[in-house]
C-alpha cells in the first residue's frame, strides 16, 4: 500500500495523519513542520520517526471517559415559577395597603386585637414594611435559583438549596431539597 505525499504521523502519538490536517485527530497535537530556514538535508535534529514517543507530551493524557453530570430537568422552571407567585403576592399586598378599603380593614383587625387605634396605624406600616422586604426577598432568591440554575453556576445551586432549605420548614422544600443534595445534581453545577 502507497503512502500518498504529504501524509504524516504524529510526533506524540504516532497516528497516521492526512496531508490536510494541522493537528493530530486522536491526541490533538500539533503536527510537526521543519523550521522554513531548515533544509531537509540541514544538519539540525531530524523529524521524529512514526511511533517514537513525545519528549514532552504537549496535550494532556486524556482520562477515562465518565459520564456527564445533568441538571435535573424543570428544577430551574420550578423556581423561576415560585419568582413570579412571589411577585404576584406582592402586587396583591401593596394593591391591599394602597387601597382605602385595604387599610381600615387590617386597621380594624388591630384594633380588635387589643392595640389601640394610634399604635394600628404604626403597626400596619411596621407589617407593611416587613411584609414587602420578606417578599421582594423571597422572589429574589427564588429569581437568583432559576437564572443561576439555568446557567449552571455554583451560586445558582447554593440559592436553591437556601430557598429548599427555608420551604422545609413547612415540608414542601424536602423533596427539592433531597434532590438537591444529591452527588449527581451537586456535580452538574459544579460543587464539591
Do not use: N
Request: glycine share 12%.
Amino acid at each position: 500500500m502507497e503512502t500518498p505525499p504529504g501524509t504524516g504521523y504524529c510526533i506524540a502519538c504516532g497516528e497516521r495523519l492526512e496531508p490536510g490536517h494541522r493537528f493530530c485527530w486522536a491526541c490533538g497535537a500539533e503536527r510537526w513542520r521543519p523550521p522554513a530556514a531548515q533544509q531537509p538535508q540541514a544538519a539540525g535534529r531530524p523529524p521524529p520517526s512514526p511511533g517514537t514517543p513525545a519528549l514532552i507530551p504537549s496535550v494532556p493524557v486524556p482520562r477515562a471517559p465518565t459520564a456527564e453530570a445533568t441538571p435535573v430537568p424543570g428544577l430551574a422552571w420550578l423556581y423561576g415559577g415560585g419568582a413570579v407567585v412571589w411577585l404576584l403576592s406582592l402586587a396583591q399586598l401593596g394593591g391591599f395597603l394602597a387601597a382605602s378599603k385595604g387599610r381600615a380593614q387590617l386597621l380594624d383587625q388591630i384594633v380588635r386585637g387589643g392595640y389601640s387605634a394610634a399604635d394600628a396605624a404604626t403597626l400596619l406600616w411596621i407589617y407593611g414594611a416587613v411584609m414587602i422586604a420578606l417578599t421582594l426577598g423571597a422572589a429574589a432568591l427564588h429569581a437568583t435559583a432559576f437564572y443561576g440554575l439555568r446557567a449552571r453556576r455554583r451560586w445558582g445551586w447554593l440559592a436553591a438549596v437556601t430557598v429548599a432549605g427555608a420551604w422545609s420548614l413547612v415540608l414542601v422544600g424536602i423533596p427539592v431539597l433531597a434532590v438537591l443534595l444529591r452527588p449527581s445534581t451537586r456535580r452538574a453545577y459544579g460543587v464539591g
